[in-house]
């Protein structure tokens, strides 16, 4: 009698999670589920923005808003260049994608240094890059480049690197009418997370199978008008993709840097702190838009210098970053972008061994110079402390106050063959290290320099 109890409990139970769990839909349930281990190991991500915004490419991604919004500068580039009667739909078949080469963009990913990639498949303006069975005449193979954008980056990150695939999902829509309908009932009806958001989450998981599922745009309304309990409850413990996809914190109106998978917070999250928990840095090339803008000057994509700081006191304290590129109307990512992710992989090809699953360390900057962050990592045989230096030391002297040297400490520059010699501050701790001569030729990196110390009393 008791075997068949189990035996039929067995039949009518959801599939198990990996961890033999069955999570159920509660923030509770949901929250218990540790995150995927690659995730955290891979500490950079490259964040794709592209959709129909991409055609105006001007002032952001928010621009059908800011138009609709009587926005001075957008209804003067409106009347300015288009007829009278045109609509931010018309811009659609503009959306061409004509130069749109996966493979390349896979290759030079991967050569950032990046280990996975997230790229909006539908933004705000609801219109979606792939052929989505939801999204009526308002999606990339109906109207614009007739292709598949999701599925073809897809096949080449898969086909041609290791990276991890994502997708950025946008809940609400500005204009849609379902939507704007719930709104007004004080979203105590969901006819559109029935009717457009869910469909669209199941069938952008069943068909391209993301580790990353990003959402976004929940802010107006509950998790419980989304679902999104329901829906994870499903993507943890019954979809193809339940042992090893991530998920963000932006699920309802209360959720943001409470509950889901690793924490966003706010755009740009940089806390400078250790976090109890997984976050990511979301954060842009080009300073002031997600979306690709086409009056973008130098002066407002970031530095390499700025970009390989945001990285250091990113994964000190616990955090990914996520590097965002505005991938232009006609597919191409902007050579100024390239520059930067390459000049990221040149950087990480010397540095990786400080970067990739390290973990934070007792210290996440120093106590007495500036502009110095701290990861660590467990080697075979003993622990280095990695010491990212993104000031050459005045002096050639390096003064740190957090490490407690041993008398057989070793100072290391990664890249780099010879043994600095240092001193200690005084009995409670702290380093002065030595650079020596380094001609500019044989500098390992040309932006920052890692430090390894091993053999510390902390
Ligand atoms: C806008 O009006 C012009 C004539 O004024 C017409 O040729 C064109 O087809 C119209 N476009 C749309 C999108 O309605
Ligand atoms: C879209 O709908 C059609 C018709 O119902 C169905 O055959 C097809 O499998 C659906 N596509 C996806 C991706 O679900
Ligand atoms: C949405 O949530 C309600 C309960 O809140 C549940 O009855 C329903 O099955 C859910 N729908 C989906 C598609 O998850
Ligand atoms: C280290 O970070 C803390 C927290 O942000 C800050 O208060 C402190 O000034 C920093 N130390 C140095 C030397 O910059
Ligand atoms: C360090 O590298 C330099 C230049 O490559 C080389 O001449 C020297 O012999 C190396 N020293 C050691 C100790 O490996
Ligand atoms: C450490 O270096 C700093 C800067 O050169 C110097 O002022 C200080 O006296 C040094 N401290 C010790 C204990 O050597």
New binding site residues.
């Given amino acids: 009698m008791t075997g068949l109890c189990i035996f039929i409990a067995a039949l009518v139970l959801p599939t198990l999670s990996e961890s033999g769990k069955t999570y159920l839909p509660t923030w509770e349930s949901l929250d218990s589920r540790p995150l995927p281990a690659w995730f955290d190991e891979a500490k950079i991500g490259i964040f794709l923005h592209w959709g129909v915004f991409s055609v105006p490419s001007f002032q952001s991604e928010w621009f059908w808003n800011s138009w609709n919004n009587g926005n001075p500068a957008a209804v003067e580039f409106m009347k300015k260049n288009y007829?009278p009667?045109?609509?931010y739909a018309?811009f659609g078949s503009q959306f061409k994608a004509e130069f749109y080469d996966t493979d390349l963009l896979a290759d030079i990913f991967k050569d950032a240094g990046a280990k996975y990639v997230v790229l909006t498949s539908k933004h705000h303006e609801g219109y979606t890059n792939w052929p989505s069975n939801y999204s009526w005449n308002w999606n990339s193979m109906d109207v614009g480049p007739k292709k598949d954008l999701v599925g073809e980056l897809a096949t080449s990150i898969r086909k041609r690197t290791d990276l991890r695939f994502g997708l950025y999902h946008s809940m609400f829509e500005w204009y849609h009418p379902l939507y704007l309908n719930d709104k007004s009932n004080n979203f105590k009806t969901n006819l559109f997370t029935m009717s457009k958001t869910l469909p669209e989450l199941y069938e952008i998981v069943n068909l391209y199978k993301p580790d990353v599922v990003w959402s976004d745009g929940e802010w107006e309304a509950s998790y419980k008008y989304w679902n999104s309990t329901e829906f994870l409850a499903w993507l943890y413990n019954d979809s193809p993709v339940k042992n090893t996809v991530v998920v963000n914190d932006r699920w309802g109106g209360e959720t943001l840097c409470k509950h889901g998978g690793f924490y966003t917070c706010t755009d740009r999250f940089n806390p400078g702190v250790l976090q109890k928990h997984k976050w990511e840095n979301c954060m842009t090339m080009d300073l002031s838009s997600w979306g690709y803008r086409r009056v973008a000057q130098l002066k407002d994509i970031i530095t390499i210098n700025k970009l390989i700081y945001e990285l250091a006191s990113t994964i000190s304290c616990g955090g990914n970053i996520l590097i965002n590129a505005g991938i232009r109307s006609d597919g191409r990512i902007d050579p100024i972008f390239e520059e930067r992710l390459r000049q990221l992989g040149t950087w990480l090809k010397v540095n990786e061994e400080a970067v990739y699953s390290s973990v934070p360390w007792k210290f996440q900057n120093d106590t007495i110079t500036e502009n110095i962050w701290y990861t660590s990592k467990q080697l075979a045989t003993s622990k280095a402390v990695y010491v990212f230096v993104l000031d050459w030391p005045s002096k050639n002297i390096l003064t740190l106050g957090a490490p407690q040297p041993s008398s057989s400490t070793k100072v290391t520059m990664i890249g780099h063959n010879a043994t600095f010699q240092w001193s200690k501050l005084s009995s409670s701790g702290g380093m002065n290290i030595t650079f020596p001569y380094i001609s500019p030729n044989q500098l390992p990196s040309m932006w920052a320099w890692v430090l390894k110390l091993q053999n510390l009393n902390n």
């Fill in positions: 007829p009667n045109f609509t018309d």
